[in-house]
């Protein structure tokens, strides 16, 4: 409650401020000497103990009390029994302007005491609500908006609620442990502490002994008594400390432990939000991809996919869609990244895909359209590979343009068994220049043939010994396997992949479309 001197006022003004402190510490004195003589004392108490023991007894927040004419309540507490005998003490609380408690959980009953006391002893400054004249006043303190610091409390009066928060202040007894800690540098952790203790301890234990000693070798009762009682004095100093320091280790350990739990729960808080957002993208982005058995020329043309991304949303892309001439166009993404940030990349994609579709331009139109609004939109440290096509049904032919993206898309042919790579129109990857020139190549299909694309979180799969799955194990596989049914062949590749990383983690996207000439 005493408020330090201001050197800044010089001799005189600091000298005035220490006179005012000391008023207003015997002021509460005082009062609270008046407080045990009077019958509201035992109300004081009595509820004092009952805000440290169980009020309420599950509440995971602060206590929110109403104090009404007709007994008051308490939110989240049922049991309202214990409360009635306390008529005295809520009648004067009311006398007060008070109408609304706001008590922390964590508070001990001697806090209770000590904030009370103060309300005790400034009743008269608080029932006239008007401000103090001086700032330093408790009950200017209290009413203010930063509230007053009392007994490790922060309590405020305002609109008729009281609100007293629990405040950590360092013990005397913090301070020696803290003092201890930074003279003995060699006693820092705990292994250095357990072993030290025998020898602290053979130290304590020599009292007793060199009082038995020097009755042995003078024979002295007075001696004795005196050694005695030195000695009693010091294992009792001595007991006193151990058990005070361990009290106030216990005590900043409560604190941290405190301060822990509340960052962790803010920390879930927004885990649970940033879940439930990522829950929301998945959704969205899963929406974004299209149905393999709602694909384009379902009689004619025959697809398979998998999409199984790193984390909840990933940044791989693919789509397939008639045109207004009857073609079927594809395309095939995997943006830089993972998670969030690139799925929102790959909304841009299908978006400017879908304006394509509507424009029914040409293929180059399209890419160096997709370059350009990635060039735009995204960060410099973002692009995208991507792969398109347009597949002509009457011709059988397929028309491509790869843009950067690694693997090629292959052409798995019926003729020879044979996946070959189609990596006749190379360009750069999208969106890291503004203006590109691709020459787009055309390929021959014919019944039988497969188009087979996949992202590099395929090939660049590692397992426990940092091994990729790498191109070589990608072309052996489309080889070995392509006369499997069409999802079973996909579905079989990812099976496989997962075998080979055994469990090691998924470092990035993995996508795969494969369709089929019927």
């Known amino acids: 409650m005493t408020s330090r001197p201001d050197p800044e006022r010089g001799a005189t003004g600091g000298r005035a401020s220490e006179t005012t402190a000391a008023l207003d510490a015997a002021r509460y004195r005082?009062?609270?000497?008046?407080?045990?003589?009077?019958?509201?004392?035992?109300?004081?108490?009595g509820f004092a103990r009952w805000v440290e023991d169980g009020a309420p007894p599950d509440s995971p927040g602060a206590v929110y009390m109403r104090l009404e004419d007709g007994g008051p309540t308490v939110h989240g507490d049922s049991n309202r029994r214990p409360l009635g005998s306390w008529d005295r003490l809520w009648r004067f609380?009311?006398?007060?302007?008070?109408?609304?408690?706001?008590?922390?959980?964590?508070l001990e009953s001697n806090q209770v005491v000590d904030v009370l006391t103060l309300i005790y002893a400034e009743r008269r400054a608080l029932q006239d609500g008007s401000q103090p004249r001086r700032?330093?006043?408790?009950?200017?303190?209290?009413?203010?908006?930063?509230?007053?610091?009392?007994?490790?409390?922060?309590?405020?009066?305002g609109?008729?609620?009281l609100t007293v928060s629990y405040s950590y202040c360092m013990t005397r007894f913090s301070r020696l442990v803290r003092w201890f800690k930074e003279r003995q540098t060699h006693l820092r952790d705990h292994r250095a502490l357990f072993r030290a203790a025998p020898r602290y301890a053979a130290v304590v234990a020599l009292g007793p002994l060199v009082v038995f000693l020097l009755y042995a070798f003078h024979g002295n009762w007075t001696l004795l008594l005196v050694s005695s009682l030195l000695g009693s004095a010091v294992m009792f100093g001595a007991t006193y400390l151990f058990f005070m320091t361990v009290g106030s280790v216990e005590y900043d350990n409560e604190e941290q432990a405190h301060t822990l739990k509340r960052a962790y729960d803010q920390l879930k808080v927004h885990n649970d939000r940033i879940r439930f957002d990522m829950d929301r993208a998945r959704t969205v982005q899963q929406r974004l991809l299209p149905d393999p058995a709602a694909m384009p020329l379902a009689d004619r043309l025959e697809w398979a996919a998998s999409f199984v991304p790193q984390e909840e949303v990933g940044g791989d892309y693919f789509d397939a869609a008639l045109t207004r001439q009857g073609r079927v166009a594809v395309i095939f993404a995997d943006v830089s990244g993972h998670g969030l940030g690139a799925a929102l990349i790959t909304a841009i994609i299908k978006t400017t895909f879908e304006a394509w579709l509507e424009r029914d331009d040409d293929l180059v139109a399209f890419v160096r359209?997709?370059?350009?609004?990635l060039f735009d939109l995204t960060p410099p440290q973002s692009f995208a590979a991507v792969a398109v096509g347009i597949y002509d049904p009457d011709l059988r032919t397929f028309c491509y343009c790869n843009c950067g993206h690694s693997p090629y898309p292959y052409l798995i042919a019926a003729a020879d068994r044979g996946p070959h790579p189609l990596d006749a129109a190379q360009e750069i990857i999208l969106g890291v220049v503004p203006?590109?020139?691709?020459?787009?190549?055309?390929?021959?299909?014919?019944?039988?043939?497969?188009?087979?694309?996949?992202?590099d979180g395929v090939t660049e799969a590692r397992n426990e010994r940092d091994e990729e799955f790498d191109e070589e194990r990608l072309e052996q596989y489309l080889a070995g396997h392509h006369d499997m049914p069409l999802q079973s062949f996909v579905d079989g590749l990812v099976v496989v992949v997962e075998r080979f990383t055994d469990g090691a983690e998924q470092g990035d996207d993995r996508t795969i479309l494969a369709v089929n000439i019927r």
């Open 435 to 455: 203006e590109i020139d691709p020459q787009p190549a055309t390929v021959k299909l014919e019944r039988g043939d497969t188009l087979f694309f996949a992202t």
């Open 369 to 373: 359209a997709l370059n350009q609004r």
């Open 93 to 106: 609380l009311r006398g007060v302007g008070i109408r609304e408690l706001e008590l922390d959980p964590r």
């Open 159 to 161: 609109k008729g609620r």
């Open 30 to 45: 005082f009062a609270a000497l008046r407080l045990r003589m009077s019958p509201l004392w035992s109300e004081v108490t």
């Open 135 to 157: 700032p330093s006043h408790p009950a200017a303190r209290v009413l203010s908006p930063d509230g007053l610091d009392l007994a490790c409390t922060v309590t405020r009066l």
